[in-house]
């Protein structure tokens, strides 16, 4: 049986960009040697608007009465609290990424048309564990599972869809086309068309706060339809069989230079075991 018998879409995005960090991460569970600033201000900020939606939903505070700062630096304290890893807090500091933060958190919680975007929502952090289902065979892979969670599910006239929120510190890799196979976007529509057949819808809805000179808020709503969730299967299935194969190598791109692994990759060549044995689901009929 397969030593991975439950993935996450952030475990297959790992292991897609660097078979070796999700080695190190998942397999050795071996600690960051430093935390990238780009997740501690990801993960307070999604902390901050969730804990804002969750008063304004539940009729604590109105919007005109919504302290953004107040619980922005609750969030704050608490990822800071959290962390047990040196925080590369780069150029601008810590005080200069504070503020970066809860600029991108206004961005989203003093938008202008909050209270419909609290509207649409039906649920927040809805978590998953789904068995996965094998596009090609239509059955269930047995012993896998998939584990996620929504940040949100929206409600829309043509029916229900996932809502996420992301920070990034460009457009790169929102437009249109990378969109259209977005890995996570992909299982979580899969996801939700499990939970909610009658109801769900192909769209996939972001809302992306842009850490930008001036911080802003952008939409994307994003069509991942039966061919894109089928994609995104078939790559968690392929990646499974990596993984349970010991595939783990060095991936160099730009991502390299916000790895928590970089010591241990540099000398990942000395203590790398012998050659794998052949897959003998894929040797060559002689």
Not at 79 to 92: H, R, T, V
Request: net charge negative.
């Amino acid at each position: 049986m397969s030593a991975v018998a439950v993935l996450s879409a952030s475990q297959v995005g790992t292991f897609s960009s660097c078979s070796l960090k999700w080695h190190f991460r998942y397999r050795e569970k071996a600690p960051e040697e430093r935390r990238s600033v780009a997740l501690v201000i990801g993960s307070a900020v999604d902390v901050a608007i969730k804990t804002g939606v969750h008063l304004l939903r539940s009729g604590e505070v109105r919007v005109e009465a919504l302290e953004t700062e107040r619980v922005f630096q609750a969030a704050w304290d608490a990822e800071l609290a959290s962390n047990k890893i040196p925080i590369d807090w780069g150029k601008k500091g810590q005080d200069g990424q504070r503020e970066m933060a809860l600029a991108v958190t206004r961005a989203f919680l003093d938008a202008e048309d909050l209270p419909e975007r609290v509207a649409r929502i039906r649920s927040l952090d809805v978590r998953f564990e789904l068995p996965v289902v094998d596009p090609v065979t239509g059955l269930e892979v047995p012993g896998l599972r998939l584990l996620g969670f929504l940040d949100a599910i929206e409600r829309t006239p043509e029916g229900l869809r996932p809502l996420d929120y992301k920070t990034a510190a460009s457009r790169a890799g929102y437009d249109e086309q990378s969109l259209s196979t977005h890995l996570q976007g992909s299982l979580y529509s899969w996801a939700l068309h499990q939970l909610h057949p009658e109801d769900a819808t192909d769209e996939m809805a972001f809302q992306i706060g842009l850490k930008l000179k001036m911080p802003m808020l952008e939409d994307r709503v994003v069509t991942l339809g039966e061919s894109a969730r089928r994609r995104a299967l078939l790559t968690v299935l392929h990646a499974h069989r990596a993984m349970d194969l010991g595939v783990a190598f060095p991936q160099p791109s730009f991502l390299c230079g916000g790895c928590g692994y970089q010591r241990r990759c540099a000398g990942w060549q000395d203590q790398a075991g012998p050659p794998l044995a052949l897959d003998p689901f894929a040797r060559a009929v002689c």
